[in-house]
């Protein structure tokens, strides 16, 4: 069975930082593309991030861009996300998820709160 | 605001049809193949139902069916069940190597 355990949400003050953690197993993770999707509060979702399975090619959204740092350790079967510099507007639950193209399958999310 | 649009809301009583639309662009869903269908009740994993404009995962009942016309693309959802009730979301593949989502579609099962 495919789980996929997100970590490491909390309250951040703006301009803060916070690394996130995704335990993978059920599956082979070191030969599957990740990626990370968020959704704030009342809102859709929202692509992030992605990496390749070996890490040579990493993907972030315009607004993350240069803020946001996507990373995996295939010896742990682990996915990161390191946030710098948060906004308000990055306040949102943010899901691992396995694949790329279409990511099959989800955690339940780990929610990231930034406010002073 | 989201790079597709969905409606809002959607609804029908047990045992009906009902059709989700999701349109983008040429940059996206009208330009790939890799559109997607997910399921999510609040709280819980998102689901995917549909990949590929029409394929379905194993376990997804296949009153579940997806198809896409141009720039738009539907998800059907055949003899309601009251577990249907939950947020749809659509997502393509797009330019720049990105994915872009829907704002997501309550469905009611009335």
């Known amino acids: 069975e495919v789980q996929l355990l997100e970590s490491g949400g909390g309250l951040v003050q703006p301009g803060g930082s916070l690394r996130l953690s995704c335990a993978a197993s059920?599956?082979?993770?070191?030969?599957?593309?990740m990626t990370w999707v968020r959704q704030a509060p009342g809102k859709g979702l929202e692509w992030v991030s992605a990496?390749?399975?070996?890490?040579?090619?990493?993907y972030y959204a315009d607004s993350m861009k240069g803020r946001f740092t996507i990373s995996r350790d295939n010896t742990k079967n682990t996915l990161y996300l390191q946030m710098n510099s948060l906004r308000a507007e990055d306040t949102a639950v943010y899901y691992c998820?396995?694949?790329?193209?279409?990511?099959?399958?989800w955690g339940q999310g780990t929610l990231v709160t930034v406010s002073s | 605001q989201s790079a597709l649009t969905q409606p809002p809301s959607a609804s029908g009583s047990p045992g009906q049809s009902v059709t989700i639309s999701c349109t983008g662009t040429s940059g996206d869903l009208g330009g790939y193949k890799y559109v997607s269908w997910y399921q999510h009740y609040p709280g819980k994993a998102p689901k995917l139902m549909i990949y590929?404009?029409?394929k379905r995962p194993s376990g997804v009942p296949d009153r579940f069916s997806g198809s896409k016309s141009g720039n738009t693309a539907s998800l059907t959802v055949s003899g309601l069940q009251a577990e249907d009730e939950a947020d749809y979301y659509c997502g393509s593949y797009a330019d720049s190597n990105n994915l872009v989502f829907g704002g997501g579609t309550k469905l009611t099962v009335l």
């Open positions: 590929e404009v029409t």
């Open positions: 998820s396995k694949g790329r193209k279409h990511p099959d399958y």
């Open positions: 990496i390749s399975s070996s890490s040579d090619v990493t």
């Open positions: 059920g599956f082979t993770f070191s030969s599957s593309a």
